[in-house]
């Protein structure tokens, strides 16, 4: 790590908490909080994974009504993260070409398994730093996986295995995990996914992750 690189990514990063206080975007309490984990953090992405929730995130371009008006065109880039709490993205929504996911002491779920895609393959980049991020995708994705790990895990589960058919979507993970996990699993669409069976059957489905 160049020093020179971690010190100009702890200044970006204080002058991006003094701009949020001054806005009452947060408080004073998690203004101090931040200000000393940046200058605990052992690296630039550490540093970014701290105010991630405080960047300006890319928006949704509407292709012109004359192409699809039921169309929205995807974004170039996605950024989520979570600090100290949960970001959960999920449902109908349209898939950007890129996502960058930031975990720092959180939790980010992202289910892809009812969203649009404009393109066959999504980058995900990933900073994960002491948190947890789960990856739903359709069944049938290709997941290709080149995270690197320092003492953290990384793992891919398959529902119905030999039920799986590829389904032409890639999803190209790359990035870091220290001290925390990613998971990808693989899951229907929630109109191809069957109904949940009655009483404790379901309840114990849910509960075993059977079921989500």
Not at 147 to 175: M, P, W, Y
Not at 182 to 187: F, V
């Amino acid at each position: 790590m160049n020093p020179d690189e971690l010190t100009l990514a702890r200044e970006e990063a204080q002058a991006l908490l003094e701009a949020a206080a001054a806005e009452q975007r947060i408080s004073a309490e998690v203004h101090e909080l931040r200000l000393a984990l940046i200058g605990e953090a052992p690296s630039a992405a550490a540093v970014a994974a701290i105010v991630a929730d405080l960047q300006p995130t890319g928006g949704y371009d509407v292709v012109p009504a004359a192409s699809d008006p039921g169309w929205v065109n995807p974004p170039d880039v996605i950024r989520l993260s979570a600090t100290f709490g949960t970001t959960k993205r999920r449902g109908r929504w349209t898939a950007p070409y890129a996502l960058e996911l930031q975990t720092m002491f959180g939790e980010l779920e992202i289910d892809l398994r009812d969203a649009t895609f404009g393109s066959n393959v999504l980058e995900v980049d990933v900073n994960n730093f002491f948190g947890s991020i789960v990856i739903t995708v359709p069944s049938g994705t290709e997941i290709e996986n080149d995270c690197s790990t320092v003492f953290g895990s990384v793992s891919h589960q398959r529902k119905n295995r030999d039920a799986s058919e590829a389904n032409g979507l890639v999803v190209r993970i790359t990035g870091t995990v220290v001290f925390g996990d990613l998971k990808t699993r693989e899951r229907l669409p929630s109109d191809l996914a069957p109904a949940p069976p009655p009483g404790i059957r379901g309840w114990l489905a849910r509960v075993t992750g059977q079921l989500d």
